[in-house]
């Protein structure tokens, strides 16, 4: 009975020890194993070269393709495979590609490359995208230039120019709709500066589908989309149109005002997050919600450097002129973290003796040639331009340094997100 109940309690011994073991291992998130292997990093020094860094591995690629032109403005698309190089003055507008394709679940990469089409137009100025159309509103004669990106690898692409749209010559703005609409705003000629007034829907035939007399300010500077809705910074409130062919405005609230710097003449938008953001230069921060017709202040400051979304859409990243970094909840407004930061200097735009007050809220719409972001991580140049530091965006900790082969003027995030 002894050598039994022994035999017995030995079983039992080896079943327990087996059942711990059979208990799973939680693999730690590290920053390897949660960002996506088709995020990269490209980077431009000061002559226009373009370089792209993989960073998981460090890998850092120069390819042997022409700079970018000295003062052209880049931009990516929502899809992250193309930059839109806009040549303001050289009336310009180049499209290279990233090689970085994605396929949803997947994803492939191909030759860093500039496509063949260009378009040639006058003055092309704002940029915007939404669901894989670029829409650029041509200062020069009122026109606005269209590109779908789903086009961009066919032989035969072209982007598209609509003009002759009884809009007159102004500083104006222009975005994409669901349906292939076009929000533009229209000047009133009898009302002196360059602002335009007004807004309009129209087709990709140029028909006028919404306008409303009613839905105008004094000035409109600056605009974004998230396909459902389009909104306008205005003098005296945000105009907005909806792909239902809806038009209307929301009116600004205290303490925005309608005097030089004091109201949105920057907007920005995500396909993924119903919620808008406006700049105000002395003001700070605003949090926009079109289908509420609300709006309210999130960050109260007259020091701020750019605003951008993650990736994602998810957070809302804001830095000042001290270099402090606060990350927002997008969706609500509510801070996440906020740190301050050794980052690389930026001008100061906001100087008004080197430029006039077009070009200051068009450099407001920039986001920060020193900050980018993936999803989960920011990608920040360091003082000495020659490094990269990667911080959490939960926590604003470091994860990871890089080094570049030269010094970096401007760094962007490109490619796509699938962990």
Known sequence: MKKRALSILS???VAFSCQEDETPIVEQPTFENQESEWIRIASWDASG???????LNGNLSTPNVNPFAEGSRNYLSTTGQYITSVERTAGIVRFFDTGIVNHEDHGHEYDIRWLNATAEVPLPTHFSASSGNIVIFNDGD????????????TPSFQPVVLGDLGNE??????????GNKFAVTFKNPDIPGALPQTIKLIDSNKAV???NADVSVSGIHGDASNGEFAIFGGTTAVLVARANNELFKIDNIAPLESTSGNWMGTIKAHDNNPIFYGWSRNKGIFAIDPAAKSMRNVYDGDDVVGYFFSADGSKLIIQNKSNEVMVLNATNGDMVVESAIPVASVEDFSARKVRDEFETYRLMNENPPVLTSSEKYLYVLSPSRTQIDVLDLNDLKSVKTMTLSTPATTIMRVGFQTK
Do not use: D, Q
């Open 49 to 55: 070269r373009f370089s792209m860094m993989n960073p």
């Open 209 to 211: 589908l919404a306008e």
């Open 11 to 13: 079983l039992a011994f």
């Open 169 to 178: 010559v102004h500083h104006g703005a222009a975005t994409w709709l669901k």
């Open 142 to 153: 009122g026109s606005i230039t269209w590109a779908r990106e789903a086009s961009m690898e």
